[in-house]
């Protein structure tokens, strides 16, 4: 049975100070079945592993280089995440994808490199209003599975965690409805069944993100094949995340 996961992403938000106030007003019971992520911005990782390491909620990264070292000024690889404790590593988020150039191919290397040292990547894909628009959505949301999972094999492809993000609803307020997204991750585990096997289209895990929040969020868990969210600026509120893994 696959367990429910609740991603909180910051995104470019949070100083170490403001981090700390989040997570001394943060407090919940735990919830057998649903796994609870936060993934902050680089800076903030060794508070928040403070805060969080005695509790049951995990944490992550919002993104990896996929060398493990070398001569790549500014980057962070999946060793100095790994030995930070991060579980968790955002991979080919729409926002990196459009606005710094990433490719299909980079985000692989990524999604590989994150498996290689024991973390479990999100891979984000999504369309944007215009590929919707002209009925482009499958080829898109088709084409960054089918180059994220082509080198792994159908073990490590099992494991990784696929984020529907259609970019139209990131941060516009305007949610997919759970019927549209659902159909969605539909074709996402057809297409993991395609390119890895029954198995793993199976056990992969599927998220849903864009403009989710505590009204929404159980409208979503009720589909079949959705099994969680990726929360962006939900996710900057205590008793909204707080409100979030309660419905969970």
């Known amino acids: 049975m696959r367990k429910t996961l609740i991603a909180g992403n910051w995104k470019m938000n949070f100083t170490v100070t403001e981090a700390e106030s989040f997570f001394k007003s943060f407090k919940i019971q735990k919830k057998e079945g649903v796994e609870l992520l936060f993934c902050p911005p680089f800076t903030d990782i060794p508070i928040t592993r403070f805060f969080l390491e005695r509790s049951s909620i995990l944490w992550g990264a919002q993104n990896v280089y996929p ?140 998220l849903y993100g864009g403009s989710v929040n505590g009204d929404n969020m159980s409208h979503f868990l009720k589909q079949k094949d959705i099994d969680g969210a990726l929360i962006g600026g939900a996710s900057l509120k205590p008793e909204t995340m707080i409100d979030i893994y309660s419905k969970a």
């Open 67 to 206: 060398e493990d070292n070398g001569a790549f000024t500014g980057e962070i690889s999946a060793p100095m995440l790994k030995d930070l404790g991060c579980s968790y590593v955002i991979c080919g988020h729409s926002e990196r994808r459009q606005i710094l150039g990433e490719s299909d191919e980079l985000v692989a290397r990524k999604v590989k490199a994150v498996l290689s040292h024991d973390m479990i990547p999100i891979l984000c894909v999504g369309e944007t209003g215009e590929e919707r628009k002209e009925g482009q959505t499958e080829e898109r949301i088709g084409s960054e599975i089918r180059t994220a999972l082509f080198e792994l094999s159908k073990e490590e492809a099992a494991k990784v965690v696929i984020a529907y993000e259609p970019i139209w609803a990131i941060g516009s307020g305007k949610a997919a409805t759970p019927e549209g997204a659902e159909e969605i991750a539909v074709f996402i585990r057809k297409t993991v069944k395609e390119t890895a096997g029954k198995k793993a289209s199976e056990e992969v895990r599927i």
